[in-house]
């Protein structure tokens, strides 16, 4: 797909990998919309790259019905929304002390990640569908965050690598389910990426989850993830596919 003069909806783009995302998109030619609940930092992000700011919460589905009307409503037809809104909490099912998960805890992340995700698929595809359609009747790409945690969780993730599993499930059947209207859906499962989330963890548990990349021995950075996220959009005959973006990164179990 040519991304030059479409618009694109990008959540969680106020800072990380979908502000990397933003850019990235903008710098192809993408009208951006920026949805994020914080209103200061993706404010910032829209104005940085030319787009416009919708403050969404992705749990509500009044507010990306919102989001969506906005990017449905700009410039260039709606053709490419991307997820990156999401949380990361850390608790054992049965923790050291003895107490068991916080079921709150848990829900939230599987609202943030997985009903968030399937909120902004679901509305944007929906908009996608009333374009007029392009080379081989394709409307639109949807791109999802999942996470190398999916497949590998270590002791602690079990909340998240639930919700990040969950979106790498739902992209097969959602790219069957969207194949009607011409709407792509691929999945990219970041491992440890360069981001505020990485750095709030202590180093001594940092580097030793550095040490199992294979290479290039480092940490991946937000523009690596935006650039994944750009292939994804332009090569047309990708559908369906969840795709690791780690270095070879295979998470240990502590």
């Known amino acids: 797909m040519e991304l030059q003069g479409v618009t694109a909806l990008v959540s969680g783009a ?18 951006v919309v920026v949805a994020d609940l914080d209103a200061g930092r993706g404010g910032r992000v829209a104005d940085e790259v030319g787009g416009t700011f919708v403050e969404t919460d992705v749990t509500d589905a009044g507010s990306v019905e919102r989001a969506v009307e906005v990017a449905a409503g700009a410039a260039g037809p709606l053709r490419v929304a991307v997820s990156c809104a999401g949380i990361a909490p850390a608790a054992r099912t049965v923790g050291l002390d003895g107490r068991p998960h916080d079921v709150e805890t848990f829900e ?35 791109v999802n965050t999942s996470s ?31 194949a009607s209207v011409g709407v792509r859906v691929c999945a990219l499962s970041p491992g440890l990426f ?25 940490p991946g950075t937000p523009e690596e993830f935006a650039r994944a996220v750009r292939a994804v959009c332009e090569l047309g005959y990708l559908n369906a596919a969840v795709v690791r973006l780690d270095g070879g990164l295979r998470l240990p179990n502590t």
Not at 112 to 136: C, I, Q
Not at 158 to 178: C, E, I, N, Q
């Open 194 to 218: 360069d981001t505020p989330l990485l750095a709030a963890i202590p180093p001594e548990f940092r580097r030793p989850l550095e040490r199992q990349i294979v290479f290039p021995p480092r």
């Open 14 to 31: 106020g800072g990380g990998l979908g502000a990397a995302t933003a850019r990235e998109l903008a710098k192809a030619g993408a009208h």
């Open 108 to 142: 939230r992340a599987l609202a943030v990640n997985v009903v968030g995700t399937f909120n902004v698929m679901r509305l944007a595809a929906a908009a996608m569908a009333a374009t007029e359609p392009l080379e081989d009747g394709e409307r639109g790409v949807v």
């Open 148 to 178: 190398a945690a999916a497949e590998d969780g270590q002791a602690g993730q079990v909340a998240y690598a639930a919700s990040k599993g969950a979106v790498a499930a739902l992209t097969l059947p959602a790219a069957r389910d969207l």
